[in-house]
């Protein structure tokens, strides 16, 4: 997994990541880095305001865009990257999970690296620490 703030473990977790699992007596870090590397789809964890914390390589490549500038940009790459007739709804389902704690699943055209756009199924679940802060 890439992190946006320029660091890559070992096993492809962030430093922070690791940082606040070992701080929180979690593991599994180093297996979801593993797995989110091993399997063929796109895969992004993102704060609740849609900043992006960390990608695998396969979303960094199939968008194009440079991990400095994603690390720099104030508004999350994926917006960038969604059919402007799409995004509307998707970021709808995004608020609506937020609020209700409930995954959603939503399909969403992607725009490629060569300015192809793609149909896409987002599955996205909210997760939130044990303050209750996602």
Same mark, same amino acid.
């Given at each position: 997994?890439?992190?946006?703030?320029?660091?890559?473990?070992?096993?492809? +977790?962030?430093?922070?990541?690791?940082?606040?699992?070992? /701080?929180? #007596?979690? #593991? #599994?870090?180093?297996?979801? &880095?593993?797995?989110? /590397?091993?399997? $063929?789809?796109?895969?992004?964890?993102?704060?609740?305001?849609?900043?992006?914390?960390?990608?695998?390589?396969?979303?960094?490549?199939?968008?194009?865009?440079?991990? &400095?500038?994603?690390?720099?940009? +104030?508004?999350?790459?994926?917006? *960038?990257? %969604? !059919?402007?007739?799409?995004? &509307?709804?998707?970021?709808?389902?995004?608020?609506?999970?937020?609020?209700?704690? /409930?995954?959603?699943?939503? /399909?969403?055209?992607?725009?490629?690296?060569? @300015?192809?756009?793609?149909? !896409?199924?987002?599955? %996205?679940? $909210?997760?939130? *620490? &044990?303050?209750?802060? @996602?």
């Amino acid at each position: 997994m890439l992190s946006l703030d320029g660091y890559r473990s070992g096993e492809g +977790s962030t430093v922070s990541d690791r940082k606040r699992a070992d /701080e929180a #007596g979690q #593991g #599994g870090l180093d297996t979801f &880095a593993l797995l989110a /590397e091993s399997i $063929p789809q796109l895969v992004f964890t993102a704060r609740a305001d849609g900043s992006v914390e960390s990608l695998n390589g396969r979303a960094a490549s199939y968008s194009g865009l440079d991990i &400095a500038a994603l690390a720099s940009s +104030s508004e999350p790459f994926w917006k *960038r990257l %969604v !059919h402007t007739d799409d995004l &509307a709804a998707l970021l709808s389902d995004w608020r609506k999970a937020l609020e209700s704690n /409930e995954p959603f699943e939503s /399909e969403a055209r992607l725009r490629r690296a060569d @300015g192809a756009y793609r149909w !896409h199924t987002y599955s %996205v679940k $909210p997760l939130y *620490r &044990a303050d209750g802060v @996602g």
